[in-house]
């Protein structure tokens, strides 16, 4: 499974996060995840991981355009 950050690298971070019945995964690589700032699960939600990745995507389009 690759990384959902970079979709090179071999995931091998992986989040989960059960809200209400729904879970919800995001698989990393190393490199990546240190990026996110994700070196501890209990200190972050996922939803703002998610939010940041999306974020980030788009300022890194940007910049190759």
């Excluded at 499974?1 to 970079?6: A, G």
């Amino acid at each position: 499974m690759k990384c959902r950050f970079c979709n090179v690298k071999e995931a091998t971070v992986h989040i989960s996060q059960m809200v209400d019945g729904s879970s919800s995964t995001v698989d990393f690589c190393e490199v990546c995840a240190k990026k996110m700032g994700v070196n501890d699960p209990s200190g972050f939600s996922l939803a703002n991981l998610l939010t940041a990745i999306e974020a980030l995507k788009q300022t890194d389009q940007n910049h190759r355009e």
